[in-house]
């Protein structure tokens, strides 16, 4: 069946501009989490969307970063006046309430 | 943000060599999981576990939830060089929300 998908795989930006990045969890998942993953590093934690409950955003560098879900459906992480710190695998995951499922994950390189 | 206990960082071995790895927490746990992530790729789900000493294998791989719920291992038989990669664990904690906190990682390389 269809898993993860997220869009673009690959983007490249210039510092300072704002970028979207695109995930469609498998259907029927009720929780979405997005990582950020900098080369050769574990899983950084960014935020959680389970249901129509407040997400949690504990993991959100900065006020730069921000994210939203429709529902059950997609969702967007958006990155504003981008740096060049940023730069990194973006990955967003879907969830029952036991096992989580991973995208291909979005390369944004800030230059 | 909170991250678990992940041991070793990394594994230089020789094909056909056992490999073992494990994670610890201080808190109790309800749910671990293993993810195999490959380069350039998302983490793939290896195997889940839900229950404190439960043992559960898939093909050459093997987890087990420990006993004391605060920590699990994955044991890899006979690795050949596709075991190559990095593996997370992840779990969720008892009585906590349903968010899944992930291990650092460790590094599998496997000489031929």
């Known amino acids: 069946g269809a898993g993860v998908s997220q869009s673009p795989s690959n983007k490249v930006t210039e510092k300072g501009k704002d970028v979207e990045l695109r995930c469609d969890p498998i259907s029927g998942h009720t929780a979405l989490y997005w990582y950020r993953q900098r080369l050769g590093q574990g899983l950084e934690f960014l935020i959680y969307f389970q249901g129509n409950s407040a997400p949690d955003k504990s993991g959100l560098p900065s006020d730069r970063f921000s994210a939203e879900r429709t529902g059950e459906s997609v969702s967007t992480l958006t990155i504003q006046r981008t740096q060049q710190e940023d730069s990194a695998v973006y990955l967003c995951?879907?969830?029952?309430?036991?096992?989580?499922?991973f995208g291909p994950g979005t390369r944004l390189t800030v230059t | 943000g909170q991250q678990l206990n992940q041991s070793p960082q990394s594994m230089f071995i020789q094909e056909g060599e056992d490999v073992s790895m494990n994670c610890t927490s201080s808190s109790i746990f309800n749910t671990w999981l293993w993810y195999k992530q490959d380069p350039g790729e998302g983490p793939v789900l290896l195997i889940a576990l839900y229950k404190a000493g439960e043992l559960t294998s898939n093909g050459r791989l093997t987890a087990q939830f420990g006993i004391t719920r605060k920590d699990s291992f994955l044991n890899i038989s006979a690795s050949i060089p596709s075991d190559v990669g990095i593996y997370f664990c992840a779990g969720r904690r008892q009585g906590a929300t349903n968010k899944l906190i992930f291990g650092t990682g460790t590094l599998l390389a496997v000489q031929p």
């Open positions: 995951a879907s969830a029952t309430d036991y096992e989580q499922y």
